[in-house]
Nanobody, 125 residues
Framework: QVQLVESGGGSVQAGDSLRLSCAASGRTFSSYAMGWFRQVPGKEREVVANSGWSGGPTYYADSVKGRFTISRDNAKNSVYLQMNSLKPEDTAVYYC??????????????????WGQGTQVTVSS
């Protein structure tokens, strides 16, 4: 069992930056694919970024390429999402997710096994 706890959300102005953190329990964190998703009311949860197992590939949604960076610190069992040049359309609840079934690029929510509780990000114009 893996527990994920996100932090770092908040309310910012367009153009600002935020860094989301996700702390994971579990001794095999480095072997999990980790992802960040976001969801707005009435829409499906969408992938933002994915980091494969340690040293593996990363994936970014087109809407965040060049602005967001996913990183992980396996020694701290943590994954981060650095969000720069934020836009109002980035407003959503952001979720951290872990997949123990997959180690590479994982972009479908159904392929993740564990989820955090979510953290709200609000970007005003």
């Amino acid at each position: 069992q893996v527990q994920l706890v996100e932090s770092g959300g908040g309310s910012v102005q367009a153009g600002d930056s935020l860094r989301l953190s996700c702390a994971a329990s579990g001794r095999t964190f480095s072997s999990y694919a980790m992802g960040w998703f976001r969801q707005v009311p009435g829409k499906e949860r969408e992938v933002v970024a994915n980091s494969g197992w340690s040293g593996g590939p990363t994936y970014y949604a087109d809407s965040v390429k060049g602005r967001f960076t996913i990183s992980r610190d396996n020694a701290k069992n943590s994954v981060y999402l650095q969000m720069n040049s934020l836009k109002p359309e980035d407003t959503a609840v952001y979720y951290c997710a872990a997949s123990e079934r997959h180690q590479g690029v994982v972009i479908l929510a159904r392929n993740y096994d564990y989820w955090g509780q979510g953290t709200q990000v609000t970007v005003s114009s």
